[in-house]
């Protein structure tokens, strides 16, 4: 523009002096002189709004590009200017603070020379198949202070041809936050573990036993050790379900119904659904959800089958089957090894995996089971718990459960007779008197009974409603005199007393084979 503008003005004086001869002085015209000198303060007064204009300009670029100076070099991320030899070209001042000095007073210094062995051909493959065009790298860098884990992002460098721009951010604090998260979460596992010993002692030490075989089967199939460490942790929370289990199906001492068999198959899904919520616990939710599942398909929840259920399931399962058989039960004795095993073998592509069940036939054959593993109650809090089952409500005596549960158990101590006072007709004393009048009545012979026996630590039983059972360490004989206060015409007292030891186990659970 001030070009064009000055060639017009040269083009305008020229024309004047052309017209008017030689003698400038005496042939300028006043009003020509005005023109021209018009002319030029305009032109002056463009030129200096357009030196002006240009020393604005001058200055924001100045200032812009301080700016971006201080953006880059004072950023709280590293970044790194790489040429197209991988060159460091320039660094800022964060990204100048992780490495040693010794690296950066070099001129042109290759920015391999700051990685890590392990990594460069990590890097060499990021950058040559353009990978950082879609995905961050992690590698190590080698740190003043050590190796330390960076997350490298990279784009294109706009000014520079083939040129880029690495972004290094630190994680080795994410790397410590994800370590103290471990650390948490396996506090988290354990207390819910320990939860569930509280729920219930039996699933507590079963849960750790079976974690433990589960982890031997899955190291002698040769499973990464991420993955062996996640089967433990599942078989330490695969009862958590349980939790939420009333206490009266939970704690049954006998064999459960069908209804309450499928209460308690849900616990699996119940586990599944407490633990799938948090993120931490979404394998191990999984792990858990299928392990009561068969190969034939005939398991629970989803009935699936053989391949359909995920590896570390079926593992579980055959850990879970053979814990729980060599354990002593409150209904069933425990097995042997070698008979838990064999049974193992028998069920193979039935219940349980045929190649599992081979692995945990070698790891298992030399495991020592303690003796007293079992289901009995062990501690004043348990006991109260099992109470609920072992006492009758009417009377407070022992009840037919708590008998099932020692004749099962065989655990009969220093008790030596058992002996049984039975009701006859009492049902017609009810519909004769009423139900107010027959509790009454049962009552009184519960007295009657505690009076007799309570004291010298006998063990009583109401069983089947007008049925009673002392186990007494002694021959002591019940003397039908102490009743008399009850005699009525319809209720008739009869007594049998038997040595136990006399006597086939499965008669003691039948008293009309007593003979009464």
Same mark, same amino acid.
């Given at each position: 523009?001030?070009?064009?503008?000055?060639?017009?003005?040269?083009?305008?004086?020229?024309?004047? $002096?052309?017209?008017?001869?030689?003698?400038?002085?005496?042939?300028?015209?006043?009003?020509?002189?005005?023109?021209?000198?018009?002319?030029?303060?305009?032109?002056?007064?463009?030129?200096?709004?357009?030196?002006?204009?240009?020393?604005?300009?001058?200055?924001?670029?100045?200032?812009?590009?301080?700016?971006?100076?201080?953006?880059?070099?004072?950023?709280?991320?590293?970044?790194?200017?790489?040429?197209?030899?991988?060159?460091?070209?320039?660094?800022?001042?964060?990204?100048?603070?992780?490495?040693?000095?010794?690296?950066?007073?070099?001129?042109?210094?290759?920015?391999?020379?700051?990685?890590?062995?392990?990594?460069?051909?990590?890097?060499?493959?990021?950058?040559?198949?353009?990978?950082?065009? @879609?995905?961050?790298?992690?590698?190590?860098?080698?740190?003043?202070?050590?190796?330390?884990?960076?997350?490298?992002?990279?784009?294109?460098?706009?000014?520079?041809?083939?040129?880029?721009?690495?972004?290094?951010?630190?994680?080795?604090?994410?790397?410590?936050?994800?370590?103290?998260?471990?650390?948490?979460?396996?506090?988290?596992?354990?207390?819910?573990?320990?939860?569930?010993?509280?729920?219930?002692?039996?699933?507590?030490?079963?849960?750790?036993?079976?974690?433990?075989?589960?982890?031997?089967?899955?190291?002698?199939?040769?499973?990464?050790?991420?993955?062996?460490?996640?089967?433990?942790?599942?078989?330490?929370?695969?009862?958590?379900? @349980?939790?939420?289990?009333?206490?009266?199906?939970?704690?049954?001492?006998?064999?459960?119904?069908?209804?309450?068999? @499928?209460?308690?198959?849900?616990?699996?899904? $119940?586990?599944?659904?407490?633990?799938?919520?948090?993120?931490?616990?979404?394998?191990?939710?999984?792990?858990?959800?299928?392990?009561?599942?068969?190969?034939?398909?005939?398991?629970?929840?989803?009935?699936?089958?053989?391949?359909?259920?995920?590896?570390?399931?079926?593992?579980?399962?055959?850990?879970?089957?053979?814990?729980?058989?060599?354990?002593?039960?409150?209904?069933?004795?425990?097995?042997?090894?070698?008979?838990?095993?064999?049974?193992?073998?028998?069920?193979?592509?039935?219940?349980?995996?045929?190649?599992?069940?081979?692995?945990?036939?070698?790891?298992?054959?030399?495991?020592? $089971?303690?003796?007293?593993?079992?289901?009995?109650?062990?501690?004043?809090?348990?006991?109260?718990?099992?109470?609920?089952?072992?006492?009758?409500?009417?009377?407070?005596?022992?009840?037919?459960?708590?008998?099932?549960?020692?004749?099962?158990?065989?655990?009969?101590?220093?008790?030596?007779?058992?002996?049984?006072?039975?009701?006859?007709?009492?049902?017609?004393?009810?519909?004769?008197?009423?139900?107010?009048?027959?509790?009454?009545?049962?009552?009184?012979?519960?007295?009657?009974?505690?009076?007799?026996?309570?004291?010298?630590?006998?063990?009583?039983?109401?069983?089947?409603?007008?049925?009673?059972?002392?186990?007494?360490?002694?021959?002591?004989?019940?003397?039908?005199?102490?009743?008399?206060?009850?005699?009525?015409?319809?209720?008739?007292?009869?007594?049998?007393?038997?040595?136990?030891?006399?006597?086939?186990?499965?008669?003691?659970?039948?008293?009309?084979?007593?003979?009464?």
């Amino acid at each position: 523009m001030l070009e064009q503008n000055n060639l017009e003005l040269r083009k305008k004086a020229y024309e004047i $002096i052309q017209r008017k001869g030689s003698d400038i002085s005496l042939k300028f015209e006043n009003s020509d002189l005005k023109t021209l000198l018009h002319e030029l303060d305009v032109y002056q007064a463009e030129l200096e709004a357009q030196n002006e204009e240009l020393r604005d300009k001058e200055a924001k670029l100045y200032n812009s590009q301080l700016e971006y100076e201080s953006l880059f070099m004072d950023a709280t991320m590293g970044f790194v200017l790489l040429d197209n030899k991988l060159e460091i070209q320039n660094i800022n001042n964060m990204a100048r603070a992780y490495f040693a000095y010794r690296f950066l007073n070099e001129k042109n210094k290759m920015f391999i020379s700051l990685i890590a062995r392990n990594g460069i051909e990590s890097f060499f493959n990021w950058i040559d198949k353009k990978e950082y065009l @879609k995905k961050h790298l992690e590698i190590d860098l080698l740190c003043d202070s050590g190796a330390k884990s960076f997350r490298l992002d990279a784009k294109p460098y706009l000014l520079k041809d083939k040129w880029i721009v690495l972004t290094l951010e630190n994680i080795e604090n994410e790397k410590l936050f994800a370590l103290k998260r471990l650390e948490n979460y396996k506090a988290v596992l354990y207390t819910l573990a320990d939860l569930i010993e509280k729920r219930d002692p039996y699933t507590a030490g079963h849960s750790k036993r079976v974690a433990t075989y589960a982890k031997k089967i899955a190291n002698k199939m040769h499973l990464p050790k991420e993955k062996c460490d996640m089967i433990y942790e599942a078989g330490i929370l695969h009862d958590i379900g @349980k939790i939420v289990i009333p206490d009266s199906i939970l704690l049954k001492p006998s064999r459960l119904n069908d209804n309450e068999f @499928k209460i308690i198959k849900q616990h699996s899904s $119940i586990g599944y659904e407490l633990l799938s919520k948090v993120n931490d616990f979404n394998e191990i939710a999984n792990i858990i959800h299928f392990h009561h599942e068969r190969v034939d398909g005939l398991g629970y929840p989803k009935g699936l089958k053989s391949n359909e259920i995920p590896l570390e399931s079926k593992i579980l399962a055959v850990a879970d089957a053979f814990d729980s058989m060599t354990t002593n039960r409150i209904y069933e004795k425990r097995r042997s090894v070698h008979d838990a095993l064999e049974e193992l073998n028998d069920y193979k592509n039935i219940m349980y995996d045929s190649n599992i069940v081979d692995v945990a036939i070698e790891v298992l054959s030399k495991e020592k $089971i303690e003796e007293d593993i079992s289901q009995n109650p062990i501690s004043q809090m348990e006991s109260a718990r099992f109470s609920y089952f072992y006492n009758d409500q009417l009377t407070h005596l022992y009840n037919i459960n708590y008998l099932d549960f020692i004749i099962n158990q065989r655990i009969f101590g220093e008790y030596n007779y058992f002996h049984v006072l039975s009701l006859k007709n009492f049902s017609e004393y009810n519909k004769k008197f009423g139900w107010i009048e027959g509790d009454r009545y049962l009552k009184n012979v519960a007295t009657i009974l505690k009076d007799l026996f309570l004291d010298s630590d006998n063990l009583i039983f109401r069983v089947f409603g007008d049925d009673f059972v002392v186990l007494t360490k002694d021959k002591n004989t019940i003397d039908l005199e102490n009743f008399s206060i009850l005699d009525d015409e319809i209720v008739k007292i009869k007594l049998v007393s038997h040595f136990i030891v006399d006597l086939d186990i499965h008669i003691l659970k039948d008293i009309d084979k007593l003979g009464i």
